[in-house]
T-cell receptor, first 116, second 112 residues
Framework: DTGVSQDPRHKITKRGQNVTFRCDPI?????LYWYRQTLGQGPEFLTY????????KSRLLSDRFSAERPKGSFSTLEIQRTEQGDSAMYLC??????????????FGAGTRLSVL | LAKTTQPISMDSYEGQEVNITCSHN???????ITWYQQFPSQGPRFIIQ???TKVTNEVASLFIPADRKSSTLSLPRVSLSDTAVYYC?????????????FGQGTILTVHP
C-alpha cells in the first residue's frame, strides 16, 4: 500500500491554459475528496466522490473546474482557462467506508499549482 | 456546522509536553473530534480521534470533557520533528460521508 498518490507534484502554467491533475487513492477506498489550500490557510473542501459518483461540489468549484472518477478508481481534476487566483495546493484524500471510523481521511502530498 | 477555535501559534522546547486546546461550542451529538498534523508541502496526516473522555495512541492523547465543548491534544515529549500545523476538526453533523472543514490550525514550533 503506497498511500494516496498525486501527480504532478508541481505545475507551472500561464494564465488561460488548461491543467489536469491526477489522484490515485489507496486501493479499496471508495471515498475520494479534493481540497484546495492557499498559503496560511487550512484546506478547503472542493468535491467528493463515492465510487464513481460525484455526490457533492463546493461553491468554490466554479464552472472552470471539473472532476471525474471513472470506474471508481483514480480521479482527475481539471481547471480550464486558469487564473492567477487558482494558484494553490490541490490536495486529494481518500477514506474507506467503515462503520465506526468517522471521517478519517488519508491525504496525498498535493499538487502545487502556480499560474503566471 | 460546528466551528472550531484554536490558538494561532504555540512555542515549546524539545522534551516538553505540549497541550493544544480547541473550542467547539456547537458540537452535535453525533460529531467526532479529529486532529490532523501538517508539515510544509505535505498533505494533512491523521493523528487521533475521539468522541468523549480520553483517547490515547502511540503519538498523542486526546482529552474531551463531559460537555464536549472543547478538547485538548496532548503531545508528550515533543521533538524538533513535531514542528508543524495542527488542525482540530469536528465532523459535520448529519453528513454521511465526512466532508472535513479545516480552520487555520495551530502552528507549533519546537525549539532546541
Amino acid at each position: 500500500d503506497t498511500g494516496v498518490s498525486q501527480d504532478p507534484r508541481h505545475k507551472i502554467t500561464k494564465r488561460g491554459q488548461n491543467v489536469t491533475f491526477r489522484c490515485d487513492p489507496i486501493s479499496e477506498h471508495n471515498r475520494l475528496y479534493w481540497y484546495r489550500q492557499t498559503l496560511g490557510q487550512g484546506p478547503e473542501f472542493l468535491t467528493y466522490f463515492q465510487n464513481e459518483a460525484q455526490l457533492e461540489k463546493s461553491r468554490l468549484l466554479s464552472d472552470r473546474f471539473s472532476a471525474e472518477r471513472p470506474k471508481g478508481s483514480f480521479s482527475t481534476l481539471e481547471i480550464q482557462r486558469t487564473e492567477q487566483g487558482d494558484s494553490a495546493m490541490y490536495l486529494c484524500a481518500s477514506s474507506p467506508q467503515q462503520a465506526g471510523v468517522q471521517h478519517i481521511q488519508y491525504f496525498g502530498a498535493g499538487t502545487r499549482l502556480s499560474v503566471l | 456546522l460546528a466551528k472550531t477555535t484554536q490558538p494561532i501559534s504555540m512555542d515549546s522546547y524539545e522534551g516538553q509536553e505540549v497541550n493544544i486546546t480547541c473550542s467547539h461550542n456547537n458540537i452535535a451529538t453525533n460529531d467526532y473530534i479529529t486532529w490532523y498534523q501538517q508539515f510544509p508541502s505535505q498533505g494533512p496526516r491523521f493523528i487521533i480521534q475521539g468522541y468523549k473522555t480520553k483517547v490515547t495512541n502511540e503519538v498523542a492523547s486526546l482529552f474531551i470533557p463531559a460537555d464536549r465543548k472543547s478538547s485538548t491534544l496532548s503531545l508528550p515529549r515533543v521533538s524538533l520533528s513535531d514542528t508543524a500545523v495542527y488542525y482540530c476538526l469536528v465532523a459535520t453533523g448529519g453528513t454521511s460521508y465526512g466532508k472535513l472543514t479545516f480552520g487555520q490550525g495551530t502552528i507549533l514550533t519546537v525549539h532546541p
